[in-house]
């Protein structure tokens, strides 16, 4: 690393900054449509969503129709196709998401008649339920379970939902099954649930248009002038304070110049010591052991493992049940898909950590250290430098 090396480095960098601020600019020219809402209290509407009736149709995007309530004009109601209206809660504009709930307040209802397949919708989180219509022992049974009250006729009848595998097989012996449901929950339960009123908001997202980054920008999205599908971002506010390119060039010019003093001062010191008196010898390997960490082909001769010492590491052929040794969830951290049944995972032998055989081989060619908690096998010659 040298002067003219980190100058040149600078300079394009301001020159890289200088061009994406611009950028942002010149999208900041298009016409825009004005937020609305049905009341005060109820969700603001603008693009890609816009109220029938309340805003020209330009300012919406196909599938994103709302409307307010006939009379009190108290709920908001998102219309999708094939479907009964939906009572919009809450729109994030910049997490593509919004909450729904039911309008007559018995959500189930609408849940066994859910299809967002034609819609631009879909789930955050899906969670199975199966929903049984009981008329024997209910007195028993609802002490049991929670029953969904708005589909249920006490004395004569009662409707359960429920996501659990017990309470499947316990309920399909007494009662009729109505339906299974994928149902696009607000949050998922990691909890054992026996059975939900299922009354909590539902939790729908969409891709397109994808809004959500000039929106958390504080920006607006809307069509392009004269297209009724291009669109744009526009009135992204100008940045508070230092820009992104201003700070990254500070950091630039304050860290360069500073890193290059500290190296020259460490290489000073230990000059002094290397050729100074007979008492420091300790000084000879520390110089060493410094120049082998700036010498990139040094560093690299000694990161990998060996192929002998990678064959030796434990392998697992997964069976039909993924049971591995150290619990890292079902998935392999380095690749991040799920293992599946008769594929091949391997262990590290200091920290049973659990990874892809291939994917692990691969790593540990280049590294020598478990890539989750970073254990080095112990045989490795300069280990110390590998960890640091
Ligand atoms: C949902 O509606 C579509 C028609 O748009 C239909 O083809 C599909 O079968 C429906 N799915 C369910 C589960 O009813
Ligand atoms: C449950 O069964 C009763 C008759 O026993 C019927 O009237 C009712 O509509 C059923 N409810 C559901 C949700 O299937
Ligand atoms: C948009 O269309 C109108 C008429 O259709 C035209 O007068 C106007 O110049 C167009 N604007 C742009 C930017 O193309």
Known sequence: MNFPNSILILTYFLFFFNLHQKHIVALATIETCLDTFCQTNQPLIRFPFHIEGKQAKTCGYQGFKVSCNENEKTQTLLNLPYMKKLKIQKINYAKQELLVNDPNNCLPKQLLSLNLSSSPFDAVY????????????????????????????????????????????????????????????????????LSSELDDDLRLSWNSPACGRCESHGGRCGFQVNSTFEIDCYNVPPRQGISRGASYAIAICVGVPSLLCFISLLSWICSKFRFGTHGWAWAHGTVADFEALLDPQQYTNISGLDKSTIESYRKIVIGDIIHLPKSNGKTCPICLSDYMPKETVKTMPECEHCFHAQCIDEWLLLNASCPICRTSPTCVPSQNLAQS
């Open 126 to 193: 899906y969670q199975q339920f199966t929903f049984f219509n009981c008329s024997f022992n209910l007195e028993y049974l609802t002490s049991k379970y929670k029953p969904i009250a708005c589909l249920s006729d006490f004395p004569k009848y009662v409707v359960f939902a429920t996501p659990s595998l017990s309470v499947f097989v316990h309920l399909s012996s007494i009662c009729d099954l109505v339906d299974t449901v994928n149902v696009p929950v607000k949050s998922p339960f990691f909890d054992q649930v």
